[in-house]
T-cell receptor, first 112, second 115 residues
Framework: GEDVEQSLFLSVREGDSSVINCTYTDSSSTYLYWYKQEPGAGLQLLTYIFSNMDMKQDQRLTVLLNKKDKHLSLRIADTQTGDSAIYFCAERRPDSSYKLIFGSGTRLLVRP | GAGVSQSPSNKVTEKGKDVELRCDPISGHTALYWYRQRLGQGLEFLIYFQGNSAPDKSGLPSDRFSAERTGESVSTLTIQRTQQEDSAVYLC?????????????FGSGTQLSVL
């Protein structure tokens, strides 16, 4: 399809792991990103992965990339209430050197 | 400045009026982007400026939309004869260089409501 797809909502208990999934559109996309948006704020880059990698870990964040299935996931270990936000995945397609194509965002709610 | 600054943070206007949205990028950032975020949707690319190159306006939805940027500083996005479907959050982002892999820094956005 043409759209970057994400599930709309995820609810987890504090201390559990969260996994947010994304399906992107172009297997040739060079970079894939995860952005976080807190209420009333702009988007903040969390992490990104280059397409020749299949995993990247950064503290509590683990990004997994399955190029064959065009599937990207973000795992947050030991989820905290401060992690409650909307998470957007985005891809940079090879036909554009700068435009990011964003998904609709997954709202993560962390219950105490 | 310390971050990307956008003004106003909220704008309510009547259908048919013109509006102007402002973005102050991070000092020294040569690339500047405008995105639109409709309620419950992802970000829609509008326009991209890189240094003194001609801007990429391919994402502007109609000729009612225009944007300018003077050098590597402030950018303004103008929407003429606003329509209700223009209601959205308009986000500006800047980066230190255009191209693949660089980090975009986003402003907090302007929430535009067209009545």
């Amino acid at each position: 399809g043409e759209d970057v797809e994400q599930s709309l909502f995820l609810s987890v208990r504090e201390g559990d792991s969260s996994v947010i999934n994304c399906t992107y559109t172009d297997s040739s996309s060079t970079y894939l990103y995860w952005y976080k948006q807190e209420p009333g704020a702009g988007l903040q880059l969390l992490t990104y992965i280059f397409s020749n990698m299949d995993m990247k870990q950064d503290q509590r964040l683990t990004v997994l990339l399955n190029k064959k299935d065009k599937h990207l996931s973000l795992r947050i270990a030991d989820t905290q209430t401060g992690d409650s936000a909307i998470y957007f995945c985005a891809e940079r397609r090879p036909d554009s050197s700068y435009k990011l194509i964003f998904g609709s965002g997954t709202r993560l709610l962390v219950r105490p | 400045g310390a971050g990307v600054s956008q003004s106003p943070s909220n704008k309510v206007t009547e259908k048919g009026k013109d509006v102007e949205l402002r973005c102050d990028p991070i000092s020294g950032h040569t690339a500047l982007y405008w995105y639109r975020q409709r309620l419950g949707q992802g970000l829609e690319f509008l326009i991209y400026f890189q240094g003194n190159s001609a801007p990429d306006k391919s994402g502007l939805p109609s000729d009612r939309f225009s944007a300018e940027r003077t050098g590597e500083s402030v950018s303004t996005l103008t929407i003429q004869r606003t329509q209700q479907e223009d209601s959205a959050v308009y986000l500006c982002a800047s980066s230190s260089k255009g191209g693949s892999g660089e980090k975009l820094f986003f402003g907090s956005g302007t929430q535009l409501s067209v009545l």
